[in-house]
């Protein structure tokens, strides 16, 4: 089983990116997706989840209305739109697909948001 996250980057306030999380060794579409992060000193927390079929999302309220994640089960990949950013949303975000069994995590891609 393998996440692999990627997109992460340094970017001004006020700018976009896009992560996104390739799942390989499982059913990807058999299991919920979502985008965790952990900034310094700082438990890790939900910032948005997706269910198996993409129909259900939920965010944390201090991403609604900035964030998106949407899922390709095609591709196996999760993404997270990212618009907005602003200093507090520095954190290293991780990849989790789990279901009523397993829980996996990506390694993790930073992302800094600094003028």
């Known amino acids: 089983v393998q996440l692999v996250e990627s997109g992460g980057g340094l970017v001004r306030p006020g700018g976009s990116l896009r992560l996104s999380c390739a799942g390989s060794?499982?059913?990807?579409?058999?299991?919920?997706m979502s985008w965790y992060r952990q900034a310094p000193g700082k438990e890790r927390e939900l910032v948005a989840d997706i269910y198996r079929n993409g129909g259900t999302t939920n965010y944390a309220d201090s991403v609604k209305g900035r964030f998106t994640i949407s899922r390709d089960n095609a591709k196996s990949t999760v993404y997270l739109q990212m618009n907005s950013l602003k200093p507090e949303d520095t954190a290293v975000y991780f990849c989790?697909?789990?279901?009523?069994?397993?829980?996996?995590w990506g390694q993790g891609t930073q992302v800094t948001v600094s003028s």
């Open positions: 060794g499982f059913t990807f579409s058999s299991y919920e």
């Open positions: 989790n697909a789990a279901d009523r069994w397993y829980s996996f």
